[in-house]
């Protein structure tokens, strides 16, 4: 499958349970995807960051983002839409590391200035080369952890029109 032809979202799966894919290095974005589908979850291939930032404003369970495919102005990007989401709202970013970058965090250089990028997003630090049933069971928790703050939100403000301000939602 093309990567072009994996971003079209498929109406049967809730878009809040799917992993979009970034991995722009080699059969990397297929391979995570045929692990992803075979344990159950959807899952998407992004072409570009542009198609990623696109899936996330229209609902993802989680995001799996190769270091490499992540620039400076990119890590920005990708804040900006997370930082529009609903306040209940905490995709988990996977960033999957260069082995030569596993033993500390991604010098902040890399990605965007000082540690904004951490500080504001729910980011995974992986090393590659992924252990295949760590990375599986991390993705899954995530994505299950995502729709259960969606729901106590709701819950908590159906009956307000002020925002949740619970820890959950915030």
């Not at 992803?36 to 983002?65: F, K, N, R, T």
């Not at 990708?78 to 306040?87: F, N």
């Not at 033993?103 to 500080?119: D, N, Q």
Request: proline share 6%; hydrophobic share 45%; glycine share 6%.
């Amino acid at each position: 499958m093309r990567p072009s032809e994996a971003t079209v979202s498929r109406a049967a799966e809730p878009v809040t349970e799917r992993v979009l894919v970034l991995t722009p290095i080699g059969r990397d974005a297929e391979m995570v995807r045929e692990r992803i589908v075979a344990d159950g979850l959807p899952c998407e291939v992004c072409a570009d960051l542009q198609v990623l930032l696109a899936g996330i404003s229209a609902g993802a369970g989680a995001v799996v983002i190769a270091q490499e495919a992540l620039s400076p102005a990119g890590a920005e990007d990708l804040l900006a839409v997370l930082d529009a989401q609903e306040p209940w709202s905490d995709v988990p970013v996977f960033l999957l590391l260069s082995k030569a970058r596993s033993t500390k965090r991604p010098r902040a250089g890399s990605l965007v200035s000082g540690s904004r990028f951490f500080e504001r997003a729910n980011v995974i630090l992986l090393q590659r080369p992924l252990g295949i049933p760590l990375f599986l069971s991390s993705v899954r928790s995530a994505v299950r952890a995502a729709p259960a703050a969606s729901i106590r939100c709701a819950t908590s403000t159906a009956s307000s029109s002020a925002r949740c301000s619970s820890a959950t939602c915030s």
